[in-house]
Every structure is written in structure tokens, then in C-alpha cells.
């Protein structure tokens, strides 16, 4: 049973994917965004330890602006700001300005790939992380600006990001999949026509955002992949990774969640899930893989997933497919196998 938190979500509960609706945000999705303690708390603290007055700044992915706000706060000589909505974009100049900040901070509106600065920053700030970090397209995007708009002894924000994946007995959340419970969007609109307005063609073909319990635990969660946005980095990866089964239980899935190193002091980890005392993420929630076929499990078992990224596209900055597959053995015998991929294949 789900039960609805002072948040308005509940655990387990499964929300459409954001990140794959990027080019679609409005001013609802930001103002969840705003409220989001655990976001706003940790990028506030970053912020006014890596922005020294005089400092020339980039936001990438400004949206409202608060991040750039912040670093103006801070004492930031001027701020570059960059988003391709130019509706939200107008709201960050419209907030700047109001807090008297205006003469300070530059707007620029477009994919970051094509614009030009005058001027190389000392800090670059970016918020484009999805709940399994790459989610946002944020390797390319975060990568192409440090090469052109970062200063040699800069800093970028975050400087470094982990993934990781931890198989689960989500089995709430599992049930709501199942039966098309999902939230987000229109919901007067039936959850698998949502689900297709994004390209996806059944219900376990995709992740969702959903708060996923640290008692729903199979295994150790396991560090997937690290981030530091340099040239070298690819968008396009497979790993395998192996699990001991650590208790009884019904395996419906993988959770995902990152932890990123914002400043030298600051860590947001968003692998909590304490709603109602603000521990875990409004906005980014976990990322919740499932399963089609729950799988009873016992302690010993052994899990191998081989997990996949593939942008959709050569030319979009957002977007990509996930592929989730593997199997459970039990002493010398394999006792099930799944494979899943998320969306549809928009690169052929």
C-alpha cells in the first residue's frame, strides 16, 4: 500500500521519468526543483565555497536562476547563464534583476555546444544530472565545457560523480508498474498513453523516479561508474557488475542513485529515503529499473547484471537507451535470466 507523504509522493511510488521530458519542462518542474531541501541545501553551501568575489562564473543549464543567483551572492564578477528554454530563461533574468543582481548576469540562450563566451570562467556550475547522473546527457554537455569555456586552474561543479546500482524487493513499486499506476504528466490520461507520448512502448520498458527504500536492499549496492567530465569520457558504455544476494527475499528490480562531490566539503548523496525529513530528493527521487518477472531469492544467490548506455541519437545532447540484462544462479544452477532496454532506439 502506498501511502502519500507531506512531500505529495509516496515510497515506492512510480513517477514518469523526468529526464527523458527534458526538452519539455515547465515552470511546475522548476518550482519542484526549488523545492527540493536536499538539492538546494547542498548547491547553496558549494556554491558560496567555490565562488570568490571577482569570480567569473558559467550556469550551465541556468533555468530560474537560482544557482546563478547564489554565485552573484557570493560576490561573483558576472555569470554566464545558459538554457535553451528561452521562456525560462527570461524567468532567471527576471529573478536576477529583482534581487538587484541584474547588471551582472549575462544570458545565453541556446545548446551550450553552440555558443561562444568572450571570456574563459573560473567556475563552472551545472545542475544537469539525472538520477543515474547521465541521464541529462551531462557527459558531452559537461565535457565541451570544460574544454571551451573552463580557465586552466578552474573548477567545475561537480568535479566528480558516482553511480550505483543495488538489486531490490521493491515490490510495491513493482505493482503499481504493473498495473500502469504511474504519476506524472496529465493523469487523467491512461499511465501507458503517457508513457508512449515519451517514446515508450510498455510499462517495464523504461525506469521510473521512485523513492526506493534502503530496506528494500538485496545486495550491496555497487559503484557502476565515475564521472569527471573530461575529454576522454564516453556517453557510450557497457559494464557488468555481480551481486551477492544478501537476504531472502522477491528481486522486482535495481535501484540507481549518485553521489556527487560539489565542493571540496560538500557530498550530496541521494540515496535516502526519508521523505517527510527531507533526507532524499523531491526532484530526482532514485532511479528504479524493473523487471517484467519478480524472481524469489535467497541469501547466497548470485546476480550478474550487464547494464548498457547508448545515446538516441548522434546529434541530441539528451536522451539515450539503457539496456538492464543478466541472470540469478543458485549454487551450480542459473534459476532466471531477464533483459530489458528503456525507450525506443531513436539512433537507426
Not at 565555497?49 to 571577482?54: C, K, L, M, Q, T
Not at 541556446?110 to 570562467?121: F, H, K, Q, T, V
Not at 523513492?211 to 573530461?230: C, H, K, M, N, Q
Request: with cysteine; net charge negative; proline share 4%.
Amino acid at each position: 500500500m502506498l501511502t502519500p507523504s507531506v512531500a505529495g509522493y509516496a515510497s515506492q511510488e512510480p513517477w514518469l521519468p523526468e529526464a527523458e521530458g527534458i526538452t519539455d519542462w515547465g515552470q511546475d518542474f522548476h518550482t519542484l526543483l526549488l523545492g527540493d531541501r536536499l538539492r538546494m541545501t547542498a548547491f547553496r553551501t558549494a556554491i558560496f565555497e567555490a565562488v570568490a568575489p571577482g569570480s567569473i562564473v558559467v550556469d550551465l543549464g541556468t533555468g530560474t536562476g537560482i544557482l546563478a543567483q547564489w554565485a552573484l551572492e557570493a560576490g561573483a564578477a558576472r555569470v554566464y547563464g545558459i538554457d535553451f528554454n528561452k521562456s525560462i530563461l527570461d524567468s532567471a533574468v527576471d529573478r536576477i534583476t529583482a534581487e538587484g543582481h541584474g547588471a551582472r548576469f549575462h544570458p545565453r540562450h541556446g545548446m551550450s555546444y553552440d555558443i561562444e563566451l568572450p571570456e574563459r570562467a573560473d567556475v563552472i556550475i551545472s545542475e544537469t544530472l539525472g538520477n543515474l547522473t547521465d541521464n541529462e546527457g551531462c557527459v558531452r554537455i559537461l565535457a565541451d565545457a570544460r574544454t571551451r569555456f573552463l580557465a586552466d586552474d578552474g573548477v567545475l561543479l561537480p568535479s566528480k560523480v558516482e553511480s550505483y546500482l543495488t538489486p531490490v524487493a521493491a515490490t510495491a513499486a513493482h505493482a503499481a508498474v504493473e498495473r500502469g499506476d504511474i504519476r506524472g504528466g496529465d493523469e487523467s490520461v491512461p499511465g501507458s498513453d503517457r508513457l508512449r507520448g515519451l517514446g515508450i512502448t510498455g510499462v517495464f520498458d523504461t525506469y521510473y523516479d521512485t523513492i526506493v527504500p534502503r530496506d528494500t536492499y538485496l545486495a550491496t549496492p555497487r559503484l557502476a561508474r565515475t564521472y569527471e567530465f573530461t575529454a576522454t569520457e564516453t556517453d557510450e558504455y557497457t559494464i557488468t557488475t555481480r551481486f551477492l544476494i544478501k537476504r531472502d527475499g522477491m528481486f522486482t528490480g535495481f535501484k540507481g542513485y549518485f553521489i556527487a562531490d560539489l565542493s571540496p566539503s560538500v557530498c550530496m548523496d541521494i540515496s535516502g529515503d526519508d521523505i517527510t525529513n527531507g533526507t532524499t530528493s523531491d526532484s530526482w527521487k532514485h532511479c528504479y529499473l524493473p523487471v517484467a518477472t519478480p524472481v524469489e531469492v535467497v541469501r547466497g544467490d548470485r546476480l550478474t547484471l550487464t547494464f548498457s548506455r547508448k545515446p538516441n541519437s548522434a546529434n541530441s545532447a539528451f536522451g539515450q537507451r539503457y539496456t538492464w540484462s543478466g541472470s540469478i544462479h543458485r549454487d551450480n544452477d542459473q534459476i532466471a535470466a531477464f533483459e530489458h532496454q528503456s525507450g525506443v532506439d531513436r539512433s537507426r
